[in-house]
């Protein structure tokens, strides 16, 4: 907390030095500041040359602890739009007031706005009521990993699309357009998907980070989730998973590259299976939803 409130007076004063504007004067091109990878890539495919988009959580960064460093955050002085995830990342709800503070004049873009949300699951919910541990659960009401559904992909897309042609109206038909060949694409990739798990019999996966939801709900398909937000798993919690592993018929235990994968392969060593990578927040969006549909049906089998 000291060392936040160290960083966060040294930023504010380099801000008074300089004075932040809309567009680099440069490029004349809008600053964009996403919080995290995927939506870099909605951003520059609607935004196209008239954009610069810059992403708060780095590759490999995980957003439910990740800190902005100050570069990032007096970088933020010259951006003209944020985007957020808006559904509860600890990243946002740690630093949106700060940031907002910083550039009082940034537009912020909700990209959750009219997603329908998914409360955290129920047997979740149960678990945690079990932990002694009696913290709060760290994810909130709502499971924030929203985007990983086509669906709610083209949700996102839609609402960069109107914040761009809000601060940028000379650009709306362009960014129409884009949004449009976007949106096409994004219905695209749900079919195929689709169409490819459909024979899939056994649909259960299993997942060591629980930012599967949203996709499996898309797809008829049933996300087990092992770890309940970055915290370390107990011996029962880890007992509890491997028994349902077992009795669900996996093989297969999908890590995130931004989690430790330890515990992970205990499970898989358990279950007499193999670790897996699927992505949540791999910045080509199309790309990644196609590699992580060819792994999961690949485990499923
Ligand atoms: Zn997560």
């Known amino acids: 907390m000291i060392y936040r409130t160290v960083t966060f007076l040294a930023i504010a004063l380099l801000l008074l030095l300089q004075n932040g504007c809309g567009t680099s004067p440069e490029s004349g091109r809008l600053h964009i500041v996403v919080s995290i990878s995927p939506f870099a890539y909605f951003a520059e495919r609607i935004g196209g040359e008239h954009v610069d988009v810059s992403v708060m ?12 460093t100050p570069r990032q955050m007096s970088a933020l002085s ?3 739009l944020f985007v957020k995830a808006g559904s509860g990342v600890e990243f946002e709800l740690d630093w949106m007031p700060r940031i907002l503070s910083l550039n009082p004049e940034l537009r912020i873009c909700d990209a959750s706005e009219g997603v329908p949300l998914i ?8 678990a945690h009521e079990d932990s002694a541990s009696g913290q709060t659960h760290q994810h909130g009401r709502y499971d924030p990993h929203y985007w990983l559904s086509p669906d709610n992909a083209v949700l996102i897309t839609r609402n960069i699309e109107k914040a761009l042609g809000s601060i940028d109206p000379s650009h709306r038909p362009l960014y129409a357009a884009n949004a449009a060949t976007l949106v096409a694409e994004l219905q695209a990739l749900r079919h195929d998907i689709h169409e490819q798990l459909a024979p899939v019999r056994n649909r259960n996966f299993l997942v060591f ?52 994968k330890v515990q992970a392969e205990t ?35």
Request: without cysteine; negative net charge.
């Open 119 to 126: 409360p955290m699951h129920q047997e979740d919910a149960q």
């Open 267 to 301: 499970i898989a060593g358990d279950i007499g299976g193999t670790t897996g990578t699927v992505d949540p927040l791999a910045r080509d969006y199309i790309d990644n939803l196609r590699k992580a549909t060819d792994a999961f049906t690949g485990a499923m089998q």
């Open 57 to 68: 959580v780095p590759p490999g960064g995980n957003p439910h602890s990740y800190e902005p």
């Open 209 to 260: 980070h629980p930012a599967w939801g949203y996709y499996a709900d898309a797809f008829g398909l049933k996300q087990i989730a092992a770890e309940e937000e970055g915290k370390t798993m107990t011996p029962l919690q880890l007992q509890r998973v491997i028994e349902k592993a077992r009795d669900a018929d996996i093989r297969v235990v999908f890590v995130s590259p931004q989690f430790g």
């Open 78 to 80: 010259g951006a003209s």
